[in-house]
């Protein structure tokens, strides 16, 4: 070929003098002839068989046919590729150098897999929703109501329904009739029907219902007012017994409104003989009409002369007082009439001894309709023997200064 075996070797290096180190041996006994056969003979050391090793010689080297590799690629095939120029596919180690290209086998991808839909009502074959049976509630007085598929029970009292249908605005406690009855000679009026499909009147399903304002805690726990919806069946002694006050002793005051032991001292003041009768601890809503007098909420401390008629022949008295109104609503209540009935006690401030009671009534008629049956207030006066004329004991200045407050007796 052109001298030039395939490690780089060229034969010219025998007759080289700068060169003949390594064959010096050989060119002193064979000559430069014997120097080059053998030069020509060591080359086959660096030869490279079709696997890719080197050959430790020429006759260690096997014929170029009988290269095989596992792929089946020939060694000649596999030489004539090494001599080939680079290309694009040829691998990352032989860089723009060039080099054999290498053969990459593909390698199978696995697909995905498919998104499983754990939501029985979808597809083609949904699992039907279960069919429950529609919630039931019997809202009428001791029955038992049940939903769906027995899992909730309760049992509803007339006091739990009137507790719900309650007006919530005013914030006063509900009590009621213990039974639910339609009250003795009411007409169901025009149209017939019931009391409990019928509101006609200010009745809860047929009951009537009183509600005691909260005590007033920022001004000495005063009375708030009452409100209440009466029948003869309701203020029957039977199921609502109304009760005296029960203010004991100053030693057991039991229940004793604000300013009730302050008005005694003052009606003594203005110079009355017997100052503890000219004081009362007055019903919002009276006895006679169911009103408890055990309870703070429902008394206040009023002169005498407003609560009622006079004690003695030597107290002064006027009319209407609340007592006066309070007949009013009795009557109408034993006629066959409920009555939509309200009592506030007005106050000057802080003081704990209203100025006044404002009492509203309106009547529902037996034979339907409703009509206003008073609305007034009754003021809050004593009268002064010693000084001969009315004060009104919501409005009393002692030492410069409104009296009685928090904290007076």
């Known amino acids: 070929m052109n001298g030039i075996d395939p490690t780089g070797h060229l034969v010219w290096d025998c007759f080289d003098p700068r060169k003949n180190t390594k064959s010096l041996?050989?060119?002193?006994?064979?000559?430069?002839?014997?120097?080059?056969?053998?030069?020509?003979?060591?080359?086959?050391?660096?030869?490279?068989?079709?696997?890719?090793?080197?050959?430790?010689?020429?006759?260690?080297?096997?014929?170029?046919?009988?290269?095989r590799d596992p792929e089946g690629i020939s060694g000649e095939k596999r030489q004539h590729a090494r001599y080939q120029p680079a290309s694009s596919h040829s691998s990352s180690s032989g860089g723009g150098r060039g080099g054999a290209p290498t053969k990459v086998r593909p390698h199978p991808i696995k697909p995905p897999k498919p998104v499983i839909d754990t939501n029985a009502y979808n597809g083609r074959n949904p699992t039907p929703a279960p069919s429950l049976p529609p919630a039931a509630l019997n809202w009428m007085?001791?029955?038992?109501?049940?939903?769906?598929?027995g899992t909730i029970t309760a049992t509803f009292t007339s006091q739990a329904i009137l507790d719900i249908l309650a007006v919530a605005t005013t914030g006063f406690a509900l009590e009621q009739a213990p039974a639910v009855t339609n009250a003795p000679g009411a007409d169901?009026?025009?149209?017939?029907?019931?009391?409990?499909?019928?509101?006609?009147?200010?009745?809860?399903?047929?009951?009537?219902?009183?509600?005691y304002g909260p005590l007033d805690e920022n001004n000495g726990n005063r009375a708030a007012g009452v409100e209440a919806c009466l029948d003869s069946h309701f203020i029957d002694k039977a199921n609502n017994p109304g009760s005296k006050p029960k203010t004991g002793t100053e030693e057991d005051p039991l229940y004793?409104?604000?300013?009730?032991?302050?008005?005694?001292?003052?009606a003594g003041h203005l110079g009355a003989p017997d100052p503890q009768n000219w004081r009362n601890a007055c019903h919002l809503l009276a006895k006679q009409l169911s009103g408890s007098g055990e309870r703070l909420?429902?008394?206040?401390?009023?002169?005498?002369?407003?609560?009622?008629?006079?004690?003695?022949?030597?107290?002064?008295?006027?009319?209407?007082?609340?007592?006066?109104?309070?007949?009013?609503?009795?009557?109408?209540?034993?006629?066959?009439?409920?009555?939509?009935?309200?009592?506030?006690?007005?106050?000057?401030?802080?003081r704990t001894v209203p100025t006044g009671y404002e009492m509203k009534a309106t009547v529902y008629w037996k034979s339907g309709g409703?009509?206003?049956?008073?609305?007034?207030?009754?003021?809050?006066?004593?009268?002064?023997?010693?000084?001969?004329?009315?004060y009104n004991m919501g409005r009393v200045q002692f030492q410069g200064g409104p009296a009685p407050l928090p904290g007076t007796s």
């Open 188 to 211: 169901p009026g025009p149209g017939g029907g019931t009391d409990q499909d019928d509101p006609r009147d200010c009745r809860v399903w047929g009951s009537g219902w009183r509600k």
């Open 297 to 350: 909420d429902n008394l206040s401390t009023c002169s005498r002369a407003a609560n009622a008629n006079p004690y003695s022949h030597v107290q002064p008295g006027f009319e209407p007082n609340m007592y006066t109104y309070e007949t009013k609503v009795k009557e109408a209540i034993d006629a066959g009439h409920v009555v939509h009935y309200q009592v506030t006690p007005k106050y000057d401030g802080a």
């Open 141 to 149: 007085a001791g029955s038992t109501a049940t939903l769906a598929a």
């Open 25 to 67: 041996w050989m060119k002193r006994v064979g000559g430069p002839v014997a120097c080059t056969f053998w030069e020509a003979w060591k080359a086959g050391g660096n030869m490279v068989d079709g696997a890719g090793a080197r050959c430790p010689g020429m006759i260690n080297c096997p014929p170029a046919s009988d290269w």
């Open 256 to 266: 004793r409104p604000p300013g009730y032991d302050w008005a005694k001292r003052y």
């Open 370 to 390: 409703s009509g206003q049956l008073f609305h007034d207030t009754v003021e809050n006066k004593i009268y002064s023997l010693k000084f001969g004329e009315w």
